[in-house]
């Protein structure tokens, strides 16, 4: 499978079980090597992860998510904000991204030139290691989205899991086997977004 392969093939995948098609070891072992591999500005390495797997990922959803949204969505209206979170909740586990903040604020006092930039730089590097991640996931045969709860949930999931607070949550990747193909969307063609100049 070509890379070119591999991007057409990651999709946001909703209907998840947790049955992998890769042993836990190898898909932790998948993470590891996509973070490690992704490129970041003056090499300062400030994107983290934490893999969920099992009942920590089920009490993501059901303890922590679910109990933060239920305190900010009217009840009458919850109905299918449960049914969208029991699909999560279904899948196998649940990568967690954060920033190092503290690498950050050094790269900023380090290179005072650029240190307006840096919180967008490595909001950048970041977003490259959750597509690095979710590609490497796909061409594995997992299927996993993209969520944002954040900043809902920061203070549960850190004292949850000991996350050290410098850290920042940026997104949840849900993951697990494929229950059922993504459905098909539409994509502008190259013409409209990409421009050469010769």
Request: aromatic share 8%; glycine share 8%; charged share 20%.
């Amino acid at each position: 499978m070509s890379y070119l392969d591999v991007i057409n093939r990651r999709r946001s995948v909703y209907a998840l079980s947790d049955q992998l098609p890769i042993p836990d070891e190898e898909l932790v072992r998948t993470v590891e090597e996509a973070v490690v591999a992704s490129p970041s500005p003056f090499n300062v390495q400030s994107g983290r992860a934490v893999v969920l797997l099992g009942g920590q990922h089920r009490a993501l959803w059901n303890e922590v998510v679910r109990p933060a949204l239920e305190a900010v969505v009217p009840a009458g209206s919850f109905a299918p904000t449960a049914e969208k979170l029991a699909g999560f909740a279904a899948g196998a586990g649940t990568v967690l991204f954060f920033e190092n903040r503290p690498a950050v604020e050094d790269l900023k006092a380090r290179f005072p030139t650029y240190a307006a930039a840096f919180d967008g730089f490595a909001e950048h590097a970041l977003g490259m290691v959750e597509v690095n991640v979710w590609n490497a996931l796909a061409e594995r045969g997992v299927g996993a989205s993209l969520q944002h709860y954040n900043p809902l949930i920061d203070d549960a999931v850190k004292a949850r899991w000991g996350v050290p607070v410098e850290w920042a949550l940026a997104s949840q990747m849900v993951f697990g086997g494929i229950s059922a193909p993504a459905a098909p969307i539409e994509k502008l063609p190259a013409s409209e977004r990409v421009r050469v100049v010769r």
